[in-house]
């Protein structure tokens, strides 16, 4: 990361690299920049709302997961969890760079074929795949099925004309410390079979001429900050037998504000493969899913400020809300934003951040700290990349954000902004 200056009186700015995309630094003028480009910049060119990834800083994270899970266990492949941010120009750079890439329905699967994804590094997941997404899959060459239910091995007897690589998800029995709409493991969890019927449906596999089973799944959940729960999914899947594969999943979460802490990747490996080497065959190929972990420090969004009002708290309302991030709505996931063009000046204001939404809920952070907002200012929220534009919507009629890419002073469209006109071809059958 370049070095940001010293932090100006009243400013944090010292903890805010910590939640900043690596690559940020502070123009003279006190404007913030990301990828040797200032924000001001990026604003005028493409507009707002719009969702800025640091390339570099991306890249580099990137290379920490697949160079040092290869280290610890040759036998290894990092997949990328792409719900996390399923945009082509995310696949192209996480094939470029090393990793496999799991999807999650027929759109996903769409997605990364454009972005030139070998088939055979792709991995499908899903607790409710349709017979046409399936078919979608095979006919594409995809590499690994993840089967989550029985329901799903009919459909795979049926359509199945020739050998086809399978994995089991299976239910852990882990509890993960996180929001509970994130958490994934549990004895409740809709995802996967429970151990005592994983058996059963490994059996059926194996008997099938074209199911190739090649080993078992889990995932414990998102944004888990406990190494241990990791090792202990780890313990946990050793139960389902000795398999060639074990894919134990994602979820290690990241530093969204100030006051958290969140593992360093070289902790979360080091946990993960400890516990491998003590509970599963040392032939065996490992697998991990990171998502969030890999792209979330690396986005921000970038909003202009519509109104400031003073009226008891004070509402510093932008041009965005829930429609481009949603998780705050959702998890009351914390974030940190900053007035982005006027980052040297002393923060004196704890105001109420709110969005255009009709909602009293779009509230997207409750007490950030700011120099007197005024309209016109640019607002940064820190740590956007994972699941914002995932999870954007139409909600009042918003239109889904820009995506750019910046590296080395240069900054790239990989995303262009929804318009009316595509907001309408939906409706085409209705109007006049």
Known sequence: MHTMPPAPQDTRLSELREVLPEESSVTADGVLSIGGVPVTTLAERYGTPLHVIDETGLRRQIRRFVDGLQRRWPNAEVLFASKSLPVVGMYRVAQEEGMSVDIAGGGELRLALAAGVAPERLHFHGNAKTDAELQMALDAGIGTIIVDNCDELDRLERLLTRPQKLLLRVIPGVDADTHASQATGGERSKFGLPMRQAHAAIERMRAHP?????????????????????????????????????????GLGVKYTYDEEAPSVEAYLDAIVAAARDHLPA???????????????????????????????????????????????????????????????????????????????????????????????????????????TMANNYNGALKPAIVFVREGEARLVARRETYDDLLALHAPAAL
């Open 210 to 250: 074209f199911m190739e089973f090649e080993g078992v799944h889990l995932h414990i959940g998102s944004q888990i900050l406990n190494t241990r729960q990791f090792a202990e999914a780890v313990e946990k899947i050793s139960s389902a037998g000795t398999f060639d594969t074990y894919d134990v999943g994602g």
């Open 283 to 389: 032939s065996a190929r490992l697998m991990i899913e990171p998502g969030r972990s890999v792209v979330a420090r690396a986005g921000i969004t970038l909003y202009r400020v519509i109104s400031v009002k003073r009226t008891g708290d004070v509402f510093v309302a932008v041009d965005g809300g829930m429609a481009d991030q949603l998780d705050v709505a959702l998890t009351h996931q914390r974030y940190e934003a900053v007035i982005a063009d006027r980052l040297d000046e002393a923060w004196t204001e704890r105001v109420q951040l709110v969005g255009r939404q009709c909602e009293s809920g779009d509230l997207l952070v409750d007490g950030a700290d700011f120099p007197a907002a005024r309209v016109g200012d640019l607002v940064a929220m820190a740590t956007t990349g994972a699941y914002a534009y």
